[in-house]
């Protein structure tokens, strides 16, 4: 989907009210298919100097699997944003999105917000004890590190232990 921003070319540094709505399609993330909502965006968009900027906020629901019991876990993503198209701009490298003629692509910019902003995992619920094989081994291994085995090595205890020597010098 396109926004067409052709009255801010007209009108230099005006800001200019918009509303957008898209469909993103299924993301594989890490082998797990995540589906959304609708997506909702409302702000404002301007152009000065061949640059568009819009401000605003991005509204979606994203569905994926519960990462304790595997149900259906869905989480509201919501984000504010503030970003900016340029005509030579080179997406890989530049802190700007790409576009051409008047209109500027949604498409590209919505998926990187909505993605930046996933939850790291999907709960069903808040505290989600898992499922049934789940707390079986729970039950069995009650401690991921029993407290007969050797503490976990610390690369930098060292140097805690050198800089609590020079502070016990001074």
């Known amino acids: 989907m396109e926004l067409d921003v052709s009255k801010a070319f007209v009108s230099p ?3 200019f009210p918009f509303e957008a709505k898209l469909e993103l399609p299924p993301q594989d993330v890490s082998g797990e298919t995540i589906t959304f909502d609708e997506v909702a965006l409302k702000g404002k968009y301007s152009v000065y100097d061949d640059v568009v900027t819009l401000e605003g906020t991005l ?6 699997a519960c990462c304790m019991c595997m149900e259906p876990a869905v989480e509201p993503v919501s984000v504010a944003f503030a970003e900016r198209f340029r005509k030579d701009a080179n997406e890989e490298e530049d802190e700007f999105f790409r576009y051409e003629g008047k209109a500027v692509p949604l498409d590209h910019m ?6 930046l902003n996933l939850p790291m995992r999907f709960e069903c619920t808040e505290g989600c004890e898992g499922s049934a094989e789940l ?4 039950n069995d291994n009650p401690t991921s590190s029993p407290e007969d085995e050797a503490h976990t090595q610390r690369p930098f205890a060292a140097l805690q232990s050198l800089l609590e020597e020079q502070g016990s010098e001074s």
């Open 13 to 15: 540094a005006t800001t």
């Open 110 to 115: 919505t998926l990187t917000l909505v993605m």
């Open 135 to 138: 707390k079986a081994w729970k």
């Open 59 to 64: 509204e979606t629901v994203a569905h994926g």
